[in-house]
């Protein structure tokens, strides 16, 4: 062959390899781009059912049972976004995506803070329940009312209602305690949560849980649609998550004694999101709730605490008008109320633990994700 043809032939080749490289390197960006779209409208709309479920679930909306399916609902939602956001790890060192994953990070930081204040609150209301397990054991029903169960019930009762006013007066009345979620870890989970900033174990006495809110909630905005272009739409993600946590924290806050507490944090999800109109929708019926007359000056919103309140008020009324020898009528009535109490500290104590179990993996979660969050910014 002359040489001419054999150098036409060899930069033909070339032309010929170099476009089918083109052309295969062009599908993988595809199917890669393609399978991140997915991944990021399955989460979409994973983050909008669950949401509608627990608009629209059958439990009491901030009773013990609801706050399990709201934790359950983070939870699940956590889990997948940090799957989407490790499922790029190149994209979070660009502009504007390592400015969104910073943020959330600090946001999360600030959730450790209100974990812990729950977690207290959860503590708090053990306490009652040791004054409500006084009043049950001093008038058992397998017992005869003497005056020495209903003066013992009585002492009980009067602690309890100090209490449980002292916290309505102010929240600050939680003792400071230095207890820690995770005392049992090991030395290596230890080591690796020592460099955070705010994990105190347990919130200092000036702590704010309304301001620790405002702080999680200032400045989460849509992401405007060149962002989303420029990062395949994972900016997206990161805002429903914002969201999702923000509520999540708030809910929390809502329901559970807690320093300073405060339910002025402003919620305006754009109706683009399907999420948006039931995170919107809860947030307008806790408000309602807080805004009742028997409620505003309410400790937490918990379901559980308002029924404790209207079991405590009865019995002690009925208490009140005890005079011996004791009626059988009255007896029956006492005994009527303290069986109604009876009910609402069975759910405490069954609910109580696993709530506070939720709480902890929350925390620990969260932990994780902000470590594997810098492992894949720092070393990708």
């Known amino acids: 062959m002359p040489a001419t043809n054999f150098k036409g032939a060899t930069r ?9 490289f083109d052309q295969v390197h062009s599908m993988d960006t595809t199917n890669e781009a393609t399978s991140l779209h997915i991944m990021l409208d399955a989460f979409q709309k994973q983050v909008s059912e669950l949401f509608n479920d ?3 679930s059958d439990f009491e909306l901030l ?14 939602c956590h889990h997948e976004f940090k799957a989407i956001i490790c499922s790029d790890k190149d994209a979070l060192n660009k502009s504007p995506m390592d400015r969104y994953v910073s943020e959330f990070f600090e946001r999360s930081v600030k959730a450790l803070d209100v974990c812990n204040a729950i977690r207290d609150g959860i503590e708090q209301i053990r306490q009652w ?5 006084i009043v049950l054991c001093a008038l058992d029903n397998q017992r005869s009312m003497g005056e020495g169960q209903i003066r013992r019930a009585r002492k009980a009762m009067i602690e309890l209602v100090i209490v449980m006013l002292d916290e309505k007066e102010s929240s600050a009345s939680l003792t400071h305690r230095n207890w820690s979620f995770g005392r ?7 080591r690796s949560l020592s460099h955070f900033r705010s994990l105190s174990w ?5 702590w704010s849980a309304a301001k620790q809110l405002q702080a999680i909630g200032n400045n989460i905005s849509a992401p405007k649609p ?8 994972l ?18 806050v809502a329901a559970i004694p807690c320093q300073d507490r405060g339910l002025q944090t402003h919620f305006s999800a754009p109706r683009q999101y399907g999420w948006a109109f039931p995170i919107n929708s809860l947030h307008e019926k806790i408000l309602e709730e807080s805004k009742k007359k028997d409620r505003r000056s309410a400790c937490g919103l918990l379901r559980e605490i308002h029924e404790v309140e209207k079991c405590v008020r009865r019995v002690n009324e009925s208490l009140d008008s005890v005079q011996f020898p004791l009626t059988d009528e009255k007896e029956r009535d006492v005994r009527q109320r303290v069986k109604d109490l009876g009910i609402v500290y069975d759910s405490i104590k069954e609910g109580l633990d696993p709530l506070e179990r939720q709480v902890r993996e929350v925390f620990h979660r969260i932990v994780r994700s902000r470590t594997d969050g810098f492992v894949s910014v720092y070393h990708s």
């Open 12 to 20: 033909s080749l070339s032309r010929l390899l170099s476009s089918s």
């Open 54 to 56: 627990l608009a629209t």
């Open 63 to 76: 009773s013990i049972q609801w706050l399990h399916k709201l934790l359950d609902v983070f939870i699940c």
């Open 129 to 133: 329940q040791k004054q409500l397990e």
């Open 184 to 190: 049992s870890n090991t030395h290596k989970e230890k």
């Open 202 to 206: 347990s919130v200092s006495r000036s």
């Open 226 to 233: 060149y962002e989303v272009m420029a990062t395949n739409g």
């Open 235 to 252: 900016v997206g993600a990161v805002f429903t998550m914002n969201y999702v946590l923000l509520f999540t924290m708030w809910a929390l």
